[in-house]
């Protein structure tokens, strides 16, 4: 049988180590042996962006981007969108296992009991200024939720884990709805806890004077894409979950930060992004002209391409589904049929074919909030509020992983040698300063 080994000669000194292989990776830490000298730190590997390290182990989600793949828990996506309701996926991803019946059914009671937010959350949103973007507000009274609640600090209690867990997963549609109602100058609605966490949440946005019809395939078509948005592994807002919590911060502080993260045109800004293109595009026959300056690189096609799907993104294969139930019930959306042209000529086109850049999640569920009625700087609350369940449920993974530290990156020191302290008043242009040490190295 083959060894599960790599052997490395360092052609510096002609030595060769035997590294282990475990699960297709080797350890960086494995490489420090490789040294020309005794007082050499030793080998490091250069990944900026993580291109190609893996940095924890993980049993929440399966993703492959080859294959259009993605599972939680072991549980194909495609099977989570049409037989499970959001709390249910949330359970899955935090617990481990779909809820039976009971379960289900304390967790649910338990995430209502917790819906109100303490009265001065309310007056914290109010400082905000009128105009102010719903993420900043939702960023900034996440991370304060860990004021009201220090007992969070205590975060090798399993017990008090799971109290915030359900806290967050309450308290999180509440604060966006307020923060909805913040940015239209409407008085705060409270939450129902006749209603169910979805039906919930849209009355808490839409309603006026306590009176909101519910429209029960809008219902369904928000909670579809609250379960697509659950959990996506290692992605960039998880991953400063993760980094952040690696501090043994409390978690309303971690996931502040995934919120911030999340907040970022590159990852859940995406959406608000695909439809402020699309109104720049403005007409079909404009986007011949679009597609070119995107492919000179002036511009990218949002919406499209992924760090890890190198096919069709799966979830926005069922998007595309919802956004015709949804449609159905609000009318055709204009810019859905710029959107479907726009899909059929990039992904016909070389440019786009030979990146392997294909429609992501984002393409298409802004034009489903959209026509729900929610503004464009809305959307990422919405994705926030559905990866909630995949923030806490990697937390938790992070701070029960034996092999987890700090996260802390080592980085290649490219900057000044050691140099006297100039005073000021011998300090010269800094410009030309920098010029002339620029061009020394
Ligand atoms: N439009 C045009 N070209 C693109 C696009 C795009 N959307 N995405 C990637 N490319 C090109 C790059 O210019 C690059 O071309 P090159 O090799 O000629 O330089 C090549 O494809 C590889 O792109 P990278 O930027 O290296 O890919 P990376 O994995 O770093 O980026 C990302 C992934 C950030 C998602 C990128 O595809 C992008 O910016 N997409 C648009 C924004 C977007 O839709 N983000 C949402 C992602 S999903 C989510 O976060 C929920």
């Not at 599972?71 to 194909?76: A, E, F, L, T, V």
């Not at 867990?165 to 006749?194: C, M, Q, V, W």
């Not at 592994?233 to 690696?246: D, F, I, M, P, Y």
Request: proline share 5%.
């Amino acid at each position: 049988m083959p060894k599960e080994s790599v052997t490395v000669t360092d052609n510096r000194t002609g030595k060769t180590y035997e590294v282990p292989i475990t699960d297709g990776t080797i350890k960086a830490t494995d490489l420090r042996q490789i040294k020309v000298s005794q007082d050499d730190f030793g080998m490091m590997t250069y990944d900026p962006a993580f291109m190609n390290t893996a940095a924890c182990r993980s049993s929440i989600t399966f993703i492959d981007g080859d294959r259009s793949i993605l599972r939680y828990r072991g549980y194909p996506i495609e099977q989570l969108a049409e037989r499970a309701s959001f709390l249910e996926v949330a359970y899955l991803l935090c617990e481990g296992e779909l809820p039976n019946k009971q379960q289900l059914s304390k967790w649910e009671d338990e995430i209502k009991f917790h819906t109100y937010v303490h009265t001065n959350i309310t007056k914290f949103l109010e400082g905000f200024r009128y105009d102010a973007h719903p993420m900043g507000m939702l960023l900034g009274a996440v991370g304060a939720l860990s004021t009201f609640y220090p007992d969070a600090k205590n975060i090798h209690d399993p017990a008090n884990r799971y109290l915030q867990r359900i806290r967050l997963l309450a308290k999180l549609p509440t604060i966006a709805a307020f923060a909805f109602r913040h940015s239209r100058g409407l008085p705060y609605e409270f939450p129902r806890n006749d209603l169910d966490y979805i039906g919930n949440f849209v009355n808490m946005t839409f309603s006026i004077g306590g009176q909101h019809q519910a429209n029960k395939v809008l219902q369904r078509a928000l909670e579809i894409l609250l379960i697509l948005h659950a959990d996506h592994e290692q992605n960039c807002s998880t991953s400063a979950v993760r980094a952040v919590g690696s501090s043994h911060v409390d978690p309303f502080s971690a996931v502040s930060a995934g919120i911030a993260a999340l907040y970022g045109p590159l990852h859940g800004g995406a959406n608000e992004a695909v439809l402020q293109m699309l109104d720049e595009i403005g007409d079909k026959k404009d986007i011949p002209g679009f597609i070119e300056t995107v492919k000179g690189g002036s511009d990218r096609l949002m919406g499209f391409g992924h760090r890890v799907y190198k096919s069709y993104d799966p979830r926005a294969k069922l998007i595309k589904k919802v956004a015709y139930d949804v449609f159905e019930q609000t009318g055709l959306n204009p810019k859905l049929e710029i959107a479907l042209e726009l899909e059929r000529i990039a992904l016909e086109d070389e440019y786009f074919i030979k990146r392997k850049l294909y429609p992501n999640v984002d393409f298409y569920s802004g034009l489903i909030y959209q026509a729900m009625g929610y503004p464009m700087d809305y959307f990422t609350v919405l994705f926030a509020i559905g990866r909630a369940p995949g923030w806490l449920a990697q937390w938790e993974e992070m701070l029960l992983d034996k092999d987890q530290k700090i996260a802390r990156p080592r980085q290649i020191y490219v900057g000044s040698e050691e140099r006297d302290f100039v005073p000021l008043e011998k300090r010269g242009d800094r410009r030309k300063v920098e010029r002339e040490r620029v061009s020394k190295r």
